[in-house]
C-alpha cells in the first residue's frame, strides 16, 4: 500500500494504467462478468455486457486490455459451453482521448464520456477541491455555471462532439453516451442530444429528470444533418 501511495491520485496509478501494470485486476473483473453473464442467461434473462475501459488516453492502452478481456471471454465462455454476445468501449475522460477518437474508434466498440472527470481534465480543476473558489467564481460572473453541474458546452461539449464527428467517422455504428452528473442535468440532456449521442447515465434520483429533458429535447431539437444522428 505504501508502495502504491500517491501524491495526486486523480492523475496517477489507476483505470487502464492499473489494468496494464497489473492485467491479473482486468482477467479478474472480466472474468467476473462472464461468468455472470453466461449464468444469468442460462436462466432466460436476456444479456449483453459492455466491458467500459476507463481513462484511457491512447489507443494502445485500449487495445492492451481490450485484448485481455477478449481472452478471457474465449476461456470462460468456451469452458461453460456458452456464449453471450458483449461488447468492449472506452470511457473517455481525457482529452488526449477526445482528440484522438479516430484511432481509439478503430478497436472500441462504443464511447462513454465520463464527463466528470473530462471536465475536471479539460479544466484543470479538482471537483474536491474546486468548492473553494467556485462560489466566488460564480458570484463575480466569471464562470456562469458551475461546470460540474452544467456541462461546459463550449470547451468540454465542443471536445466530446468532435470526438463523436471523428469515431464515426471510423466506425459508423460508434454508440456514444455520457455518464456523470450531467447526465440528469436538463440544459446538458438537450446538448447530448443536439449533437448525437445516443444516452445518457445518471445518478438513479436523476433518471425522471433525464428522462423528462431528453424527451423535451427529441421534440424541441431535431438532428441538424450536419451533425451524426442517434442510432436507432
Known amino acids: 500500500m505504501d508502495g502504491l501511495r500517491e501524491v495526486n491520485p486523480m492523475l496517477g496509478h489507476r483505470g487502464c494504467r492499473l489494468g496494464v501494470t497489473y492485467p491479473e485486476i482486468t482477467e ?24 467500459m475501459i476507463p481513462l484511457v488516453a491512447t489507443d494502445r492502452e485500449f487495445t492492451n486490455q481490450q485484448a485481455v478481456i477478449t481472452r478471457v471471454a474465449a476461456q470462460v465462455m468456451g469452458a461453460m459451453g456458452e456464449s453471450v454476445p458483449y461488447l468492449v468501449g472506452t470511457m473517455i475522460e481525457l ?9 481509439i474508434a478503430v478497436d472500441a466498440e462504443f464511447f462513454s464520456f465520463g464527463t466528470n472527470d473530462l471536465t475536471q481534465t479539460v479544466f484543470g480543476l479538482s471537483r474536491d477541491d474546486a468548492g473553494r473558489f467556485l462560489p466566488t467564481y460564480l458570484e463575480k460572473g466569471i464562470f456562469a455555471d458551475d461546470p460540474f453541474q452544467v456541462l461546459d458546452e463550449r470547451g468540454v461539449g465542443a471536445l466530446i462532439q468532435s470526438a463523436v464527428v471523428a469515431g464515426r467517422r471510423v466506425r459508423p455504428t460508434l454508440k456514444v453516451g455520457i455518464c456523470g452528473e450531467h447526465g ?17 447515465s445518471c445518478s438513479p434520483f436523476r433518471v425522471p429528470v433525464a428522462r423528462l429533458a431528453a ?10 444533418p450536419s451533425i451524426p444522428s442517434p442510432m436507432p
Not at 32 to 39: D, G, Q
Not at 215 to 224: E, I, N, R, S
Request: proline share 8%; with cysteine; net charge positive.
Open 28 to 51: 479478474m473483473q472480466a472474468r467476473a462478468i462472464f461468468e455472470a453473464a453466461v449464468r444469468s442467461a442460462r436462466r432466460g434473462i436476456d444479456v449483453r455486457p459492455e466491458i
Open 95 to 103: 482529452p488526449r482521448a477526445a482528440l484522438t477518437a479516430d484511432q
Open 184 to 200: 440528469g442535468e436538463p440544459r446538458s440532456v438537450s446538448f447530448c442530444h443536439r449533437i448525437g449521442l445516443d444516452y445518457v
Open 215 to 224: 424527451a423535451q429535447a427529441a421534440l424541441a431539437h431535431p438532428a441538424p
